[in-house]
């Protein structure tokens, strides 16, 4: 099955009582401490659309969400050690050309991007902080998959549209008011293409044994 481009892009706005939804997303967002719960609240939705569930999730359980959220962000900082490692490596390698550091290190995180989105899908599927760095499990949401090109065209396209918004919104002051619902809405179309791109993995199943 393709993934549903259209759907991942109308996602924010798809169920009755969306728009309180990412109301008190985009508020949670302007709260430091509050981000752990924006960041849980897309973990269970990534959950739910892997699950075929596509509705917009109730902001309940708060510390559940809290917790799922802190969770995620411990295994993002342990997925972020190699990115440090690689970055440096590169520094060392290539210091007499600075141009080609910050070239060649831009590549590298447009690919740990979105490598830590496809970690954080597998994340939603056991909350275990260990599964952001547990490789050999998202590889089999990758093993025969057809969608991989299609998940990075789609990517693409989704921040270059959210892009374009955000950048018209920036003109007028009320525009930069909507600049935090904008971004919340972006993150759920944009995990709403990864959820449906595990949720279309040929080894699935399997992946969800090892999750159990």
């Known amino acids: 099955m393709n ?73 993002i900082i342990l997925l972020s050690i190699p990115l440090i490692l690689i970055m440096l490596i590169v520094g060392l390698l290539l210091s007499k050309s600075s141009s080609m550091v910050m070239i060649v290190n831009y590549l590298i995180e447009i690919v740990y991007g979105f490598i830590t989105m496809i970690m954080i899908a597998n994340f939603a599927l056991d909350k275990k902080i260990l599964s952001m760095i547990g490789f050999n499990r998202a590889a089999l949401l990758f093993k025969n998959n057809p969608n991989i090109g299609s998940l990075i065209l789609y990517l693409i396209a989704a921040n270059i549209i959210y892009g374009i918004v955000a950048t018209v919104c920036a003109i007028t002051v009320i525009g930069i008011i909507l600049i935090p619902f904008i971004i919340f809405a972006m993150m759920i179309t944009l995990y709403n293409l990864v959820a449906q791109f595990v949720q279309n993995a040929p080894s699935l199943e399997e992946a969800k044994a090892q999750a159990a």
């Open 3 to 75: 993934l549903d481009f259209s759907a991942a892009l109308k996602a924010p706005a798809s169920v009755q009582g969306w728009f309180v939804k990412i109301l008190i997303g985009g508020i949670l967002m302007c709260i430091p401490i509050a981000n752990f719960i924006v960041f849980g609240y897309l973990i269970r939705y990534i959950k739910n659309v892997i699950d075929k569930n596509d509705t917009l999730p109730e902001y309940s359980d708060m510390g559940e969400l809290f917790v799922t959220g802190f969770k995620g962000l411990i295994g």
